[in-house]
């Protein structure tokens, strides 16, 4: 199937309208509990985006996400996270993913010492 440039932005339209969403649905819980909370989609490299994103709201700190990648993957996909904490100039806080392994195994742990 042959891609056009309409069907390209029709699609990235598509994609960053439904962040949006997702974004604000998480907004609207947070400024519940009163957290000051903006949402900003953009798209191009990641770091990049993160790291304008950071300064043209004048945030005090990043806290991101890592996907556990190592070795090959690490590799072909690189580390957003280590871009971003190699350019910033505020703080970041990296918060480790929990694999879904791990989470089971911590549920199974929780039901076994709950048990006795």
Known sequence: MVRTTEDYEYELNTVSHQARLYLETL??????????????????????????????H?????VMSTHGRSGF????????????????????????SIRAETVAEATLTDQVINKT
């Open 58 to 62: 004048h945030v005090d700190a990043i």
């Open 73 to 96: 993957s690490r590799w072909v996909h690189g580390s957003v996270t280590n871009r971003v904490l190699s350019a910033a100039q505020f703080p970041i806080f990296v918060i480790p």
């Open 27 to 56: 907004r609207e819980k947070l400024v519940q509990q009163h957290y000051q909370i903006t949402c900003d989609v953009r798209g191009g490299p990641a770091a990049e985006c993160i790291l304008e994103a950071a300064a043209a």
